[in-house]
């Protein structure tokens, strides 16, 4: 199967959805990185963290080595 790629808008995570999990491929494009999301001074999940600049981006030390999915450090190909 070919890599699927994709990177969330709001943590900055990307990872392989070709690879099957109990979280991915994920649904309707929910990052599965969600659970650890940390949002700015006075927004919480519940709020979705909709507006731009209101997730603060993680790193991949921020995930746990045992989580079953890996985030993957992704640079597109830059073409001149």
Same mark, same amino acid.
Request: charged share 25%; aromatic share 12%.
């Given at each position: 199967?070919?890599? %699927?790629?994709?990177?969330?808008?709001?943590?900055? $995570? +990307?990872?392989?959805d070709?690879?099957? *999990?109990?979280? !991915?491929? !994920?649904?309707?494009? %929910?990052?599965?990185?969600?659970?650890?999301?940390?949002? %700015?001074?006075?927004? !919480?999940?519940?709020?979705?963290?909709?507006?731009a600049?209101?997730?603060? @981006? $993680? +790193?991949?030390?921020?995930? @746990?080595?045992?989580?079953?999915? %890996? @985030?993957?450090?992704?640079?597109?190909?830059? !073409? *001149?």
């Amino acid at each position: 199967m070919a890599e %699927r790629i994709y990177t969330d808008g709001n943590c900055g $995570l +990307s990872w392989d959805d070709s690879i099957i *999990t109990s979280m !991915t491929p !994920t649904p309707s494009a %929910r990052c599965p990185f969600e659970h650890f999301h940390k949002y %700015r001074e006075g927004w !919480t999940d519940v709020n979705y963290g909709s507006f731009a600049g209101e997730v603060i @981006p $993680l +790193s991949p030390d921020d995930i @746990p080595d045992d989580y079953e999915v %890996r @985030p993957i450090v992704y640079k597109p190909e830059v !073409t *001149t």
